[in-house]
């Protein structure tokens, strides 16, 4: 490898990464991943990028939309079908914040926003 960096991961801070990983393992319909411990779960499987969960015990979830603990990333999933994803979404424990025409803003378990986009 060169000095141009390759994209290794995202890393989402949680208060429960095994939980989290799970979560987006449903939603986006992935094999159940295995951790070696409870602090680090990577999530693999999607065409070549790897999101990976970390512990953090003061961990603090992001605020929609206020900023007094904003979001400081978020996952845009792309889905041919918004109502069947909004409802898969919500049926797995995902909780709905914003919407307009062509996307939809959820939060996942622990507080991170993530939009369902049908764009």
Do not use: N
Not at 8 to 19: F, R
Not at 82 to 103: I, P, V
């Amino acid at each position: 490898m060169g000095a141009v960096p390759k994209l290794g991961a995202i890393v989402l801070d949680c208060p429960d990464p095994v939980e989290l990983a799970g979560f987006y393992a449903r939603l986006l319909d992935l094999p159940q991943p295995e951790a070696d411990d409870d602090s680090w779960v990577d999530l693999d499987g999607l065409d070549g990028v790897r999101v990976s969960f970390q512990r953090v015990e003061s961990y603090r979830a992001p605020e929609w939309p206020g900023q007094d603990v904003p979001q400081q990333l978020h996952l845009d999933l792309d889905v041919a079908d918004l109502e069947a994803a909004h409802s898969r979404a919500l049926s797995l424990g995902a909780k709905m914040l914003d919407q307009a025409s062509t996307f939809r803003v959820y939060a996942d378990p622990a507080g991170h926003p993530f939009c369902l986009c049908a764009c």
